[in-house]
């Protein structure tokens, strides 16, 4: 079983922001392995789609904590389902790639991401996969982090994330459950 989350903040203030690129991405995933739609679960404080790719169980979460709070859902998740943090996938936005760039590591620090400081210090380790997508904010005129990484994406780079990014994701997730059966 694989627990793969998507970060963001929930509402639609949020919804197309860089920040919730990890919540798009998620919902691109569960749309093309047609997975149900996603549910939220008061009890984890999540989105959740559950199904098979490849003949393992995967659940699609998007945590309704807060970016910064994100690491209360996935212990929660992984607690209720006894899931590994090696067994998990945290897809998040990246600010210094460019966009459309992505990287895939497993463990590490949090690079100053509050998201994944928050799973680290619940998780106790930082063991776990991660894929970061660019959201670029090398512009001369670039705003501060805080304000940028709230600000909407342009509508070429929803387009562009549909119709590339998003599926060299879908391609790291079936390479990753490939090499890494449960």
């Known amino acids: 079983m694989k627990l793969i989350?998507?970060?963001?903040n929930p509402g639609k203030k949020y919804g197309k922001t860089r920040h919730n690129v990890g919540f798009m991405a998620v919902d691109f995933?569960?749309?093309k392995f047609d997975f149900a739609d996603f549910k939220?679960?008061?009890?984890?404080?999540?989105?959740l789609s559950s199904d098979k790719i490849n003949d393992e169980k995967i659940i699609?979460?998007?945590?309704?904590?807060?970016?910064?709070?994100?690491?209360?859902?996935?212990?929660?998740?992984?607690?209720?389902?006894?899931?590994?943090?090696?067994d998990t996938i945290i897809i998040y936005d990246e600010l210094d790639l460019p966009l459309g760039k992505i990287r895939v590591r497993n463990g590490g620090s949090s690079a100053g991401h509050r998201g994944i400081e928050?799973?680290?210090?619940?998780?106790?380790?930082?063991?776990?996969k991660r894929i970061r997508i660019g959201?670029?904010?090398?512009?001369?005129?670039?705003?501060?982090?805080?304000k940028f990484v709230l600000a909407r994406?342009?509508?070429?780079?929803?387009?562009?994330?549909?119709?590339?990014?998003?599926?060299?994701?879908?391609?790291?997730?079936?390479?990753?459950?490939?090499?890494?059966?449960?």
């Not at 989350?5 to 963001?8: A, F, I, R, S, Y």
């Open 5 to 8: 989350v998507g970060l963001g």
């Open 29 to 31: 995933l569960a749309k």
């Open 40 to 47: 939220i679960d008061n009890k984890y404080s999540t989105a």
């Open 60 to 86: 699609f979460a998007k945590p309704q904590t807060y970016m910064n709070n994100s690491g209360d859902a996935v212990l929660a998740l992984q607690s209720f389902y006894k899931i590994n943090p090696q």
């Open 118 to 128: 928050s799973i680290i210090k619940n998780l106790g380790t930082d063991q776990f």
């Open 135 to 146: 959201i670029d904010n090398s512009v001369p005129d670039q705003l501060p982090a805080d």
């Open 153 to 182: 994406f342009k509508p070429v780079e929803i387009r562009q994330l549909q119709k590339n990014i998003f599926n060299q994701v879908a391609n790291e997730v079936e390479k990753i459950i490939a090499e890494n059966p449960s």
